[in-house]
């Protein structure tokens, strides 16, 4: 059988973003701020250059807005 490679691609999990970098911008943006809007949130993810998986979280976010541990929450980060 040749059905022997690992797998772990397929994993959920095994290729997911680093998570640091959205927890870096969060707590930077929402310094002195109790409440960003999705878009503010967005533009400051691209303007920090986040990769692309990280970004289309953020743009997948729905119109609002957020507090930092309620987006940390949706987007998987763990500012607070």
Do not use: C, K, N
Request: glycine share 10%; net charge negative.
């Amino acid at each position: 059988m040749t059905d022997d490679a690992p797998m772990t691609g397929d994993l959920p999990g095994t290729d997911q973003p680093d998570l640091r970098q959205l927890d870096e911008l969060l707590d930077e943006i929402y310094h002195g701020q109790e409440r960003l809007s999705q878009a503010d949130i967005y533009r400051s993810a691209v303007g920090a250059d986040l990769p692309a998986e990280l970004l289309t979280r953020v743009a997948a976010l729905p119109e609002g807005e957020y507090a930092v541990d309620e987006v940390a929450d949706l987007l998987g980060g763990s500012a607070g």
